[in-house]
């Protein structure tokens, strides 16, 4: 019997639409306060979604978003770090 029930939605920080979770990639601040791109959904710690979109990616980066969303300081090594975990999953 198939599930029903309602499909996870969750907003992009960079274009605050709303979307379905499958369709944004989590980017993950776990308890040491690393930050990384979450492929699973599941790490545990602080998520934050952005949409598959180098647009957004950009403005991430442009506007610093992830200082809001983590409430931390976040080195620009970190967004480059990100930036090449997100093309290649692209």
């Known amino acids: 019997m198939p599930r029903s029930g309602k499909v996870p939605m969750r907003t992009c920080i960079a274009c605050r ?3 379905e979770k499958r369709e944004l990639i989590r980017i993950v601040r ?3 306060g690393e930050i990384s791109l979450d492929g699973s959904g599941k790490l545990p710690g602080r998520g934050a979604y ?5 647009a957004c990616f950009a403005r ?5 978003l ?3 969303a983590f409430s931390c ?6 967004y480059l770090q990100l930036e ?7």
Request: some cysteine; proline content about 3%; charged content about 50%.
């Open 17 to 19: 639409q709303e979307k």
């Open 50 to 54: 952005i949409c598959r979109d180098e």
């Open 30 to 32: 776990n308890a040491q």
């Open 60 to 64: 991430l980066r442009k506007q610093r």
């Open 66 to 68: 992830l200082h809001k």
């Open 73 to 78: 300081d976040v080195p620009e090594e970190i």
């Open 84 to 90: 090449e975990e997100f093309l290649g999953k692209k």
